[in-house]
């Protein structure tokens, strides 16, 4: 191989080998460029994952943000939306709590409504009462039957019965066949306890002719008596002959009223329409068979409950809750009935009547009031359970077997099981004072004991006033002054002096200008320089002060009589003068030579008051201190004596009248004796005989007249006018 061969060849090898080289150079380019485009693949999917990831972060924030302010949206709204909420339930709030003040003013104002109704009722009443006895005193005999009924109304509203009773015993000796003054009497002597007197006197009313309330007073008196058949009877004849009359909404009423209706309800006294009547008979029949443990009573129970308007809808369909007014009415009704009822029938020192299943009805009335005012279903929880009570310690009683039965059932009713516990309202003070005022019909001056009820309210009223953390305003210091002035009176007339001292002096405290508290401490005074002193004191704080004027008066009569006297000359000034006041002015005029002037009182006294006998006593001491002779003076007297008799007369008072006549005479007959030829004597012994005989005649008859004359005739000191008296005798026999 030549040279240029190989040279040839190494130039082919060299540029094989530059080309490989160039190849592989190439190569690697491309390797690198693979790896490079394999790693911008890789960052671009790598970027691309993360701007994937990005968005998707992006997103979900966006999500979230949108879902917080969505939350944020609806938290924000609820949030408004509950404030909203809770300004509308705290302006209902302050509404309720204003209406709730309002409710209780309102409540408040009713109640001082009601007391100040009351002890109007209570003055009404009195002035009723003295009216009613002014005319019984000087209106003709025969005319006397309207006062004394009224007189017995007026007393039995204040309470006091058994002096209604006299009065109504009056009207009826005056006209026998009165009937009105009959049913009266019989609710007045059922109330007092006299059952048999009641029943006497309401089956005499009923004989003249049928009465629905004469029946419903005869129910309660035969329940007393234990006749329950006869009661029930009584109580549907009651029903039966009910009539509708002119005053529908005051058809009925009671004026004593049980302590629990009172306590639960504060009435205390009850006026109901004609329907809640009829109502409450139909009631009371079911509480007459529980007393009897019959078991008619749940049968007699569902009747009344299906026959009262009150238990359903009406047509316009209110229901029950809407006819709390007049729903509430019969059941109190029945109540009051069931508790004269069981009060009647219990022994004194016994919890119970021996007839205690009254308790399960009263029970049953007391639901019903619950159903109106879920307050009272407390009361009937409390009457179910006294049954209850009773029926454990007494179980022989099978005839109380059904109402044990009933008593438990009802006492499972959750609205009873659950009932609140009946608290009472705290006392109040003017309720007290209005109690305490009212409780002063049933004092009596010569029972110091009678005034205990009315001093216990007063000291609970001054103790709550004195007591209580409640503001002292205007009003209450004024019923505390009240209070006291009240109390220092009673203890006064309790001859508790130094409790009346203490009272006073705690007046002063509060007003040193008080001129009705030093007369008290006057009055409760043992020092005569303080005692002047007191009365002075009053009496220059006001001037207008008729009873210090009074007292003082009193006081001074013994050892100041002219002093006396002008303070009594002074309170004629200020006040309805009585005969009592004349008389005493008389007295002190007598006393002071005065003796026209004495004479001139005592004329008005006897005008005022011509059947008291004192009066023409003193008149005739004053005519012999004026000098006239004895026997002229005492004729005067006699004759004064009867025209005092012929007054009683005309009131009623036929014994009083006829002892008064006989006195006159036996005085005349005496006078007649000393001077036989005096013709004013035998003048007035003439009028005195027929006088009396047409008395008698009138009211007796002429025969018992006659007899009457005979057996006086025959008395010591009527003998010297025997021969006059039997001449009188045989004239009345010879009357046509």
């Known amino acids: 191989m030549t040279r240029q061969q190989r040279d040839l060849r190494r130039q082919q090898t060299r540029e094989a080998q530059e080309a490989e080289a160039r190849a592989q150079a190439e ?49 924000f709204a609820t949030l408004i939306f509950a404030l909203y909420k809770q300004q509308q339930a705290l302006a209902a709030e302050r509404r309720q709590a204003e209406l709730s003040r309002n409710l209780q003013i309102d409540e408040r104002d009713q109640r001082v409504e009601a007391r100040r109704t009351r002890e109007q009722r209570s003055e009404d009443q009195q002035h009723i009462k003295e009216l009613a006895d002014n005319l019984a005193s000087w209106r003709p005999e025969g005319a006397t039957i309207w006062p004394h009924r009224q007189e017995a109304t007026a007393l039995g509203n204040l309470g006091d019965h058994a002096d209604a009773i006299k009065h109504l015993d009056q009207a009826l000796r005056v006209n026998p066949d009165y009937v009105p003054a009959l049913v009266t009497r019989g609710y007045r002597n059922f109330l007092m306890g006299k059952p048999e007197e009641a029943s006497r006197d309401l089956n005499r009313y009923l004989d003249f002719g049928e009465d629905s309330v004469a029946y419903d007073n005869l129910g309660i008196v035969e329940a007393i008596r234990l006749n329950y058949d006869k009661s029930a009877a009584a109580f549907q004849k009651a029903i039966d002959t009910y009539h509708t009359d002119y005053n529908t909404e005051r058809y009925a ?24 009547y009829v109502s409450a008979l139909r009631y009371e029949i079911a ?8 078991p008619e009573f749940e049968t007699a129970l569902q009747r009344a409950d299906a026959a009262d308007p009150n238990r359903a809808p009406d047509t316009r369909g209110r229901p029950v809750q809407d006819l709390a007014a007049s ?5 109190l009704l029945a109540l009051n009935w069931a508790w004269q009822i069981a009060r009647a029938q219990q022994r004194a020192g016994e919890d119970a009547p021996g007839d205690y299943g009254a308790f399960a009805a009263v029970g049953a009335l007391w639901e019903r009031m619950g159903d109106i005012r879920p307050r ?81 309210l007063l000291t609970s009223a001054i103790g709550i006033l004195e007591g209580g953390s409640e503001p002292q305003t205007p009003a209450r ?81 013994s050892s100041e009589p002219e002093a006396a006297l002008q303070k009594m000359q002074v309170r004629l000034r200020l006040i309805s003068p009585s005969s009592t006041d004349y008389e005493e002015i008389a007295r002190l005029q007598l006393r002071l030579g005065q003796k026209s002037e004495a004479a001139s009182s005592v004329g008005t006294a006897i005008a005022l008051a011509p059947w008291r006998l004192e009066l023409y006593q003193l008149r005739f001491d004053i005519e012999r201190a004026n000098g006239i002779a004895d026997p002229t003076a005492r004729l005067h007297l006699l004759v004064g004596y009867r025209a005092a008799g012929d007054e009683m007369s005309r009131a009623g008072n036929a014994g009083q009248a006829l002892s008064t006549y006989m006195r006159v005479l036996a005085g005349i007959i005496a006078l007649r004796g000393k ?62």
């Open 675 to 736: 001077s036989p030829q005096d013709e004013d004597i035998n003048f007035e012994l003439e009028t005195s005989i027929r006088g009396l005989s047409q008395w008698l005649s009138s009211r007796y008859g002429a025969p018992h007249a006659a007899q009457f004359w005979r057996n006086v005739a025959a008395t010591t000191a009527m003998r010297p006018a025997g021969g006059r008296l039997m001449q009188e005798v045989s004239r009345i026999e010879h009357l046509p």
């Open 477 to 557: 210091r004024d019923l505390l002054v009240s209070l006291y002035l009240h109390r220092a009176q009673l203890r006064l007339d309790a001859a508790d002096l130094r409790g009346a001292r203490a009272d006073a002096d705690r007046l002063l405290s509060f007003d040193p200008h008080l001129s009705e508290a030093y007369r008290l401490r006057a009055m409760a005074e043992w020092e005569d320089d303080k005692r002047r002193q007191d009365f002075e004191r009053a009496i220059a704080e006001n001037r207008f002060n008729a009873q210090a004027l009074k007292d003082f008066a009193d006081y001074l009569k």
């Open 27 to 75: 190569r690697e380019r491309a390797e690198q460029a693979e790896a490079e485009a394999r790693t911008q693949q890789a960052r671009a999917r790598e970027a691309s994952e993360r701007e994937r990831i990005a968005q998707i972060a992006k997103r979900r924030t966006q999500r979230w943000f949108y879902v917080a302010a969505a939350m944020f949206v609806v938290t």
């Open 287 to 294: 509480v007459v068979w529980a007393f009897a443990g019959d």
């Open 253 to 276: 009423s009671e004026d004593e009223v049980a302590p629990d209706i009172r306590a639960a309800t504060r009435h205390n006294y009850l006026t109901l329409s004609g329907a809640s």
């Open 327 to 331: 729903a509430s009415d019969s059941y």
């Open 376 to 456: 009272y279903y407390d009361w009937a929880r409390r009457y179910y359970q006294k049954f209850e009570t009773v029926y454990k310690k007494d179980s022989s009683q099978q005839r109380y077997a059904g109402l044990a039965r009933f008593v438990e059932q009802r006492l499972r009713r959750s609205e009873i099981q659950n009932a609140e516990t009946y608290h009472p309202e705290p006392l109040d003070p003017w309720e007290l004072a209005a109690e305490a005022s009212a409780s002063r019909a049933n004092e009596t001056q010569t029972n110091p004991l009678s005034y205990a009820p009315r001093g216990r």
